[in-house]
């Protein structure tokens, strides 16, 4: 079955560390997007990748970081200097002439 | 700025109506509008996409209108179903590869 998959779907993060949140896609979809989702809020984009060794700053890029080393994987990393990363955090892919995005089943970070 | 704006009450009908979701826009020309549903703590699903172009667009028992005079998307359930309730997301087209997603309306379809 072609899918995203998003892992863990549960984190805990100490302050102060590092983590990094999976997204792998067999879809063949060119574009993969990173949002965070917070009570109350819309989805805010963080980052979103077009095509392998690319990627831009979306809205809330501060304190995150991304890699898109293959076609099929873009991993986020939540860094210390994100001050409040507790939130659901959703990965999306779309293929590049078609706009509508097929997103994983999300990965809930919480900050202990 | 750009702004999406969706009714943050939630909507409560009965079953076997027409359920009405808003969503209006500033600041935007988008090109196309989308709409997903998301269940709680799950990622959302996308339902329809419309054009600037065309004002309505149907599928199956939803049906979705885009006025860019009136910067407004209205999405329509026909015939609800308790199955029905999530909370329904409206998204724009901001230019690229960017989507703007609103916060989206909860919708609660009471048996």
């Known amino acids: 079955d072609g899918g995203i998959t998003q892992s863990p779907k549960y984190l805990f993060r100490k302050e102060g560390q590092n983590v990094t949140l999976s997204c792998e896609q067999n879809l063949n979809h060119d574009a993969m997007y990173w949002y965070r989702q917070d009570p109350g809020q819309g989805l805010r984009l963080i980052y979103y990748s077009q095509i392998v060794n690319d990627f831009q700053k979306g809205d809330i890029a501060e304190g995150y970081s991304v890699s898109r080393e293959k076609k099929e994987s873009f991993p986020l990393t939540v860094t210390s200097a994100q001050k409040n990363p507790t939130a659901f955090y959703l990965c999306a892919s779309s293929m590049r002439d078609r706009r509508e995005a097929f997103f994983g089943q999300g990965t809930r970070l919480t900050v202990v | 700025s750009q702004k999406i704006e969706q009714n943050s009450e939630a909507l409560n009908i009965q079953e076997g109506k027409t359920a009405t979701l808003t969503c209006n826009y500033t600041n935007y020309s988008p090109a196309y509008l989308q709409w997903y549903r998301q269940d709680p703590g799950r990622g959302p699903v996308f339902l329809l996409l419309?054009?600037?172009?065309?004002k309505e667009k149907r599928k199956e028992r939803l049906k979705v209108t885009f006025d860019t005079t009136l910067k407004q998307s209205l999405f329509h359930i026909t015939a609800s179903q308790p199955a029905d309730s999530a909370t329904y997301l409206c998204?724009?087209?901001?230019?690229?590869?960017?989507?703007?997603f609103g916060a989206g309306t909860r919708l609660f379809v009471k048996a």
């Open positions: 419309i054009r600037e172009n065309e």
């Open positions: 998204a724009l087209e901001a230019g690229g590869f960017k989507t703007i």
